[in-house]
């Protein structure tokens, strides 16, 4: 099984990530990229007992990369991954 641990934000963020995860270790909850209009909504924890388990790094990295069908391309014609504004690690558990 594997957890997806945020590592940092790469840069500014707009929408509801303004409010950015829990300072040190952080791992994602719940993720979905069409809420708040294609701009994701995500649900973080400081303990990774909580975060949403993957059978496989494929599927986590799946999971991670998921582009919005509200909201598919940013202004700047870039895939719209809302996730991806922060590094993260597939971390085994």
């Not at 975060?51 to 069908?69: D, N």
Request: aromatic share 12%; proline share 12%.
């Amino acid at each position: 099984m594997y957890v997806i641990r945020v590592v940092r934000q790469e840069g500014p963020v707009i929408g509801p990530f303004d409010a950015p995860p829990p300072e040190g270790a952080c791992w994602v909850v719940e993720y979905d990229p069409d809420q708040a209009g294609g701009r994701g909504v995500a649900l973080w924890t400081d303990r990774k007992d909580f975060a949403r388990r993957f059978a496989s790094v494929e599927e986590a990295i799946t999971y991670y990369a998921r582009q919005s069908r509200v909201l598919p391309y940013r202004p700047d014609g870039v895939p719209n991954g809302p996730l991806s504004a922060f590094t993260v690690e597939i971390e085994p558990i």
